[in-house]
């Protein structure tokens, strides 16, 4: 569920502008999945513009106050989203961990890395969801060390029907800056892509694992 539609065409304005995110309809990028995909999503690249880093601060911070109230701690996963979830955390004056894919095999063998007491609420923060599995993978570290996880809020999402169902499933709330349906429509309306070009996008994400252009 996006916050809200004006944020959600805004975002998506501003992540095309920056090439954040990439629309190829004609020449499909191969996804490390193997999956063959017409757009890609690299919100790191938000990190490399003050102004832009900072709306997107501002607005994941907001959304996460009016949402949740403050939590007592805001928790990246890694690794894209430790950047992101840093400056939020800042914003807002609260704590910040992050949670990487599975424990450390050295060391401490840590998997959250950062303060975090039993008992206490966490919003986690995200850059992209796509199936949602690393997302969720993330939940559940946090969970087993006896956390209270309130939701997730991230930048963008892909809005697969499997990201909703693994989502359901694990009774998560998720809710984001923008997603495909705003991103389509805003590269419409402003010329990143043409009729023809949104049907093709429109078919891929209604059966990503399955697409290729014709």
Same mark, same amino acid.
């Given at each position: ?16 502008? *920056? ?193 290729? *252009? *014709?």
């Amino acid at each position: 569920m996006i916050f809200n539609k004006n944020t959600a065409k805004k975002t998506a304005e501003v992540l095309l502008h *920056i090439n954040a995110i990439k629309l190829s309809p004609n020449a499909p990028f191969t996804w490390t999945s193997g999956w063959k995909s017409p757009i890609y999503c690299d919100n790191r690249l938000v990190l490399s513009y003050p102004t832009i880093r900072n709306y997107i601060k501002s607005e994941l911070a907001k959304n996460i106050e009016n949402l949740y109230g403050k939590p007592d701690v805001i928790a990246g996963v890694a690794t894209g989203a430790i950047g992101i979830g840093a400056i939020v955390a800042d914003d807002l004056g609260l704590p910040f961990v992050y949670v990487r894919p599975e424990a450390k095999k050295h060391g401490r063998q840590n998997q959250i890395e950062g303060r975090l007491e039993k008992g206490q609420s966490v919003v986690v923060v995200e850059d992209l969801i796509s199936t949602g599995k690393s997302s969720l993978n993330a939940v559940e570290a946090l969970k087993s060390a006896s956390v209270n996880v309130k939701g997730m809020a991230a930048i963008f999402t892909y809005g697969f029907e499997r990201s909703k169902t693994n989502f359901a499933e694990k009774n998560i709330e998720l809710h984001t800056l923008s997603n495909y349906e705003s991103l389509l429509e805003q590269a419409l309306d402003t010329g990143f892509i043409n009729d023809k070009e949104l049907n093709v996008l429109s078919q891929w994400n209604s059966n990503p694992s399955e697409w290729d *252009i *014709i």
